[in-house]
């Protein structure tokens, strides 16, 4: 499986980006996907996720974010509003499969200037 993303950039605080991650190849084995963010000096958190269609999202973003994904197109994203620059980091799409394997994409940078 393969993970490409993309769709980060510089925004003022209050805007909006959307991030896509565009999975190729075993991607029927797929039974969770998620985004994760990384800001320099801190640890990678898990900012939201789908699982078997079940979403999850961090606490900082409730209500701001929103995970989604297009079946047809392989493609997952992750709709960012009312941007902080908290959210600052690089953003990393990934999945898991069935019946085990964790696979990231390559870190896509939002930065949020105040």
């Known amino acids: 499986v393969q993970l490409q993303a993309s769709g980060g950039g510089l925004v003022q605080a209050g805007g909006s980006l959307r991030l896509s991650c565009v999975v190729s190849?075993?991607?029927?084995?797929?039974?969770?996907m998620g985004w994760y963010r990384q800001a320099p000096g801190k640890q990678r958190e898990l900012v939201a996720s789908s699982t078997r269609g079940s979403p999850y999202y961090g606490d900082s973003v409730k209500g701001r974010f929103t995970i989604s994904g297009d079946d047809a197109k392989n493609t997952l994203y992750l709709q960012m509003n009312s941007l902080k620059p908290e959210d600052t980091a690089v953003y990393f799409c990934m999945a898991k499969l069935v019946p085990g394997g964790e696979y990231w994409g390559q870190g896509t940078l939002v930065t949020v200037s105040s």
């Open positions: 190849g075993s991607v029927f084995a797929i039974y969770s």
